[in-house]
């Protein structure tokens, strides 16, 4: 069955530590994986999409095929990073299957 | 901001009733899908259409059914409500089928009562 998985609903970290949001994820093809990301009061947005290999904000992900894994890595974390974080992946029919969320508290 | 406008924002209805969601996509995205988000969960694909067409649908009875216009605005119409039909619902669009990722709407917040 497909499925993304995030394990921990929250995370708090103080200003400056490195965050490590986990996302594993079954499927049986080549997935295609994202994070979306929601501030508070604003609307669910993508953050970074493993296709591109991108860092966003500082943010990078990293496709782990043997671990099925895509875990989300900043190494210092700021207080505007606080919000709700989505693992998603698309299958082969484009829709996003998402995992329940982490959200991500930054104390200063 | 441009991009995605649902509406309405809040809406309440009874046990039974029928509601329509709207959405306007942003423009130029031939690519809707719908998803519902209950308190605490991630957000669970409802269907998706492109150019018009049912593109995929997810677990949701066939009372959850919708359309997609020319102009790329949908509605997603849900008949005989039910009390876990309270949710939010969001549109999200996209002019490649998703690949490069899906602009979301803020959302309707539905409450069955």
């Known amino acids: 069955a497909q499925r993304v998985t995030q394990p921990e609903k929250l995370l708090s970290v103080f200003k400056g530590a490195p965050v490590e949001l986990k996302c594993n994820y079954s499927y049986s093809g080549s997935p295609e994986l994202f994070w979306y990301v929601q501030y508070s009061r604003q609307r669910l947005q993508l953050l970074l999409r493993h296709i591109s290999r991108e860092s966003i904000k500082g943010f990078t992900a990293d496709l782990n095929k043997g671990e099925t894994s895509f875990h989300l890595k900043k190494p210092f974390a700021q207080e505007e990073d606080s919000a709700m974080y989505y693992c998603?992946?698309?299958?082969?029919?484009?829709?996003?299957?998402f995992g329940t969320g982490t959200r991500l508290q930054v104390f200063p | 901001e441009t991009g995605v406008t649902q509406s309405p924002t809040h809406l309440i209805k009874t046990r039974g009733q029928q509601v329509t969601l709207r959405c306007s996509s942003q423009s130029g995205h031939n690519t809707v899908s719908w998803y519902q988000q209950a308190l605490g969960q991630g957000p669970q694909f409802i269907f998706q259409?492109?150019?018009?067409?049912?593109?995929g649908r997810g677990n949701f009875p066939p009372r959850f059914s919708g359309l997609q216009f020319p102009n790329y605005s949908s509605e997603l119409n849900v008949n005989a409500l039910e009390l876990d039909d309270s949710a939010l619902y969001l549109c999200?669009?996209?002019?490649?089928?998703?690949?490069?990722?899906?602009?979301f709407g803020s959302g309707t917040r539905l409450t069955v009562v």
């Open positions: 998603a992946l698309a299958d082969n029919t484009d829709k996003l299957i």
């Open positions: 259409y492109y150019r018009e067409e049912e593109n």
């Open positions: 999200a669009s996209s002019s490649d089928r998703g690949m490069g990722g899906y602009t």
